[in-house]
Every structure is written in C-alpha cells, then in structure tokens.
C-alpha cells in the first residue's frame, strides 16, 4: 500500500478544499500521525502533499518508507507532479506546479482545426477513406 498524508484531493470536499495542510500545530501533530500510522501499516512509499516544506522533511526523517513529495518542498526522498498540471491543460495550477508546457492551447486550435475540417467537408478526404477491392 502507499500512504498519502497532507492535501488529499479525494478528500477536499470533506477536509474544507484544496489548501495547504500542516500550518498550524494542530495540523502539523495529524499530519505526522498520519504519516506514521502509514508506515506502521507497512506503507511501501507515502505521498506527502501540499505540506510546509518543514513538515514534510521531519515526516521524511521519521519514516523508514520513502516520501514522495507534491507541493512540500524539496526534502522528499521522491518528487512527483500531475501530469495535466505540469503540460499545462488547465487555465489555474497549484502554487507548487512548474508547468513545463502549454498543451492546452495546442490541443484547442487542433481541436478547432478538425472540427473545421470536418463541418467544411474536408475530412475524411481520400487519403483517410478505405475502398471496397475486388481481388
């Protein structure tokens, strides 16, 4: 199993949105419970996520499993990003995320351009069009 203590997106609607987790000390002592719990249970890596980058590095240095940080700084074992966040398919990303690409304009003008093509009649043309062969 892998862990996955801090900013949990499956959880944000119970957990008040999409915020940083770990700012307060309150948080902070839930947030490493958490993480130790996980490697209690045997976790085989733990996803830390939208945690102060000072968390994040205690949390790695009490944990045997590894830590793959998103959004906690630089100290995890592992760093990871998503991908749609990172290509740039979205209008709004995470303070965390370095977009290494603008895919999302890309894919909007082929789209537009396909579309076109395909209300003016020019796709499919001949070179996309299988025929029927008599041998």
């Given at each position: 199993?892998i862990?996955?203590?801090?900013?949990r997106?499956?959880?944000?609607?119970?957990?008040?949105?999409?915020?940083?987790?770990g700012?307060?000390e309150?948080?902070?002592?839930?947030?490493?419970?958490?993480?130790r719990?996980?490697?209690e249970?045997?976790?085989?890596?733990?996803?830390?996520?939208g945690?102060?980058?000072?968390?994040?590095?205690?949390?790695t240095?009490?944990?045997?499993?590894?830590?793959?940080?998103?959004?906690?700084?630089?100290?995890?074992?592992?760093?990871?990003?998503?991908?749609?966040?990172?290509?740039?398919?979205?209008?709004?990303?995470?303070?965390?995320?370095?977009?290494?690409?603008?895919?999302?304009?890309?894919?909007?003008?082929?789209?537009?351009?396909?579309?076109?093509?395909?209300?003016?009649?020019?796709?499919?043309?001949?070179?996309?069009?299988?025929?029927?062969?008599?041998?």
């Open positions: 199993m862990g996955h203590v801090g900013l997106p499956q959880a944000v609607n119970v957990e008040g949105g999409f915020k940083a987790r700012r307060s309150v948080e902070r002592a839930r947030v490493m419970a958490e993480a719990a996980a490697d249970a045997g976790a085989f890596a733990i996803v830390v996520e945690v102060a980058a000072e968390l994040a590095q205690a949390i240095a009490t944990v045997s499993a590894p830590t793959i940080g998103i959004g906690a700084g630089a100290c995890c074992d592992g760093q990871i990003l998503v991908t749609d966040d990172m290509l740039g398919l979205f209008e709004w990303t995470p303070k965390f995320v370095r977009r290494y690409g603008d895919l999302r304009a890309a894919i909007e003008a082929s789209a537009a351009r396909y579309a076109g093509d395909v209300r003016s009649g020019v796709f499919p043309a001949e070179a996309e069009t299988y025929r029927f062969s008599s041998s």
